[in-house]
């Protein structure tokens, strides 16, 4: 029988609204326990680490946490086998950076095989060498990565992404062998994929087991990647719920459908909306 476990709640924040004192503290009142941050991109162009501190200061200050960060991305079709020096630097600056905020995950985006008809052992022989490399600089900071699952876009078949299918994401983390490497689940990516029609989310989540160290939560109509709040879609939350707690997942329940636009009161009131209908979503499931 699946463990009865209660989640707490995270939300994902860009680095920008994280230095914002009131924003923190109006996304506690509306129910969140902690963030999940992305940065933004010259984030890192400058005292990268004097601003990691601030958010930190400001977390505390708000009653929040930051269990998990989005580590800096390669495009969707950039190929597996050229790195640049400065996404790769920005990565390893995130590594860093991890313990100061308290975060022990990041969500890392894979790349594909896009050049080579996304041949998918070439990506993961790359891939593999790739992550062996990224485990030994987050080792120096005990900081860990977790392989997230990616899209394939219901207009793009022809380009599956590597690790849009659960096998992907297995093979590569048991090929790496590290502990500090693991996998992000995306909810809202795992709708979408054609590759799984034959499968629940709650199959797929049972496949990956205990690899799931963080996930991400959002919706869409299963035509593109909308990351829409959990009651606006096509998820079926009981199958997806079902899923984390058999494999005993006791992480963040961590929102990736953003924290609304416009003015305060909009934005108050999205993020109240949003708190809420997760609630009610984690009790009736």
């Given at each position: 029988?699946?463990?009865?476990?209660?989640?707490?709640?995270?939300?994902?924040?860009?680095?920008?609204?994280?230095?914002?004192?009131?924003?923190?503290?109006?996304?506690?009142?509306?129910?969140?326990?902690?963030?999940?941050?992305?940065?933004?991109?010259?984030?890192?162009?400058?005292?990268?680490?004097?601003?990691?501190?601030?958010?930190?200061?400001?977390?505390?200050?708000?009653?929040?946490?930051?269990?998990?960060?989005?580590l800096p991305t390669y495009g969707l079709f950039e190929d597996c086998g050229k790195d640049d020096p400065v996404v790769e630097d920005c990565i390893a600056k995130t590594l860093k950076i991890m313990p100061i905020l308290g975060a022990k995950w990041a969500a890392c985006h894979v790349r594909s095989a896009a050049e080579s008809g996304f041949d998918r052992e070439r990506a993961l022989t790359q891939n593999t060498h790739w992550l062996k490399g990224l485990c030994s600089v987050a080792q120096q900071y005990g900081s860990g990565i977790a392989v997230e699952n990616l899209p394939t876009f219901p207009d793009r078949p022809d380009a599956p992404f590597f690790s849009s299918v659960v096998e992907d994401q297995c093979a590569l983390i048991d090929a790496v062998d590290h502990p500090l490497l693991g996998a992000c689940w995306d909810f809202g990516h795992a709708n979408l994929n054609l590759q799984h029609r034959d499968k629940n989310q709650r199959e797929l989540l049972n496949i990956l087991g205990q690899r799931v160290k963080i996930v991400h939560v959002h919706n869409n109509y299963k035509t593109r990647d909308s990351h829409l709040p959990l009651s606006i879609g096509f998820v079926d939350w009981f199958d997806a719920i079902a899923g984390l707690r058999d494999i005993g997942f006791d992480g963040f329940f961590s929102l990736e459908s953003g924290c609304g636009s416009g003015s305060d009161k909009l934005k108050r009131a999205y993020c109240e909306f949003s708190a809420k209908a997760t609630d009610i979503i984690l009790e009736e499931n």
């Open positions: 029988m699946a463990t009865r476990l209660k989640w707490r709640k995270s939300v994902n924040v860009h680095s920008d609204s994280a230095m914002d004192l009131d924003f923190l503290k109006m996304l506690k009142n509306c129910g969140f326990d902690g963030i999940d941050l992305n940065f933004s991109g010259d984030f890192f162009e400058k005292d990268h680490e004097m601003k990691a501190h601030m958010i930190c200061d400001n977390l505390q200050e708000a009653g929040l946490s930051c269990p998990q960060v989005h």
